[in-house]
């Protein structure tokens, strides 16, 4: 059993970096492949970063190529999403999930474990 927690989440303007944080319990952590969905009101969640239990394999959406970086830390048990340059479509609940096949697939019901969500809002 895995539990994810995120942290970072807030208010921010246009052009401004936030980084959100996912802590998770559970000695298998550091063979998951971890990923960030978001869900904004109205719209289905989607996919934006992954990255394989060894940090050797990322993957993003086309949407946030160049702007957001994902990373891990296994001893600390926690992933990162540092947002750069965010916009105001940017504005969404953020999810952590983890996956036990160590895959980074797009669609949400491939992951097992999901965090309870934070929210991150970009005004313009």
């Known amino acids: 059993q895995v539990q994810l927690v995120e942290s970072g989440g807030g208010l921010v303007q246009a052009g401004d970096s936030l980084r959100l944080s996912c802590a998770a319990s559970g000695r298998t952590f550091s063979v998951y492949a971890l990923a960030w969905f978001r869900q904004a009101p109205g719209k289905e969640r989607e996919f934006v970063a992954g990255?394989?239990?060894?940090?050797?394999?990322?993957s993003y959406a086309v949407s946030v190529k160049g702007r957001f970086a994902i990373s891990r830390d296994n001893g600390k048990n926690t992933v990162y999403l540092q947002m750069n340059s965010l916009k105001p479509e940017d504005t969404a609940v953020y999810y952590c999930?983890?996956?036990?096949?160590?895959?980074?697939?797009?669609?949400?019901?491939?992951?097992?474990?999901w965090g309870q969500g934070i929210q991150v809002t970009v005004s313009s």
């Open positions: 999930a983890a996956n036990t096949d160590n895959t980074l697939p797009r669609g949400p019901g491939s992951y097992d474990y």
């Open positions: 990255i394989t239990w060894s940090g050797r394999t990322t």
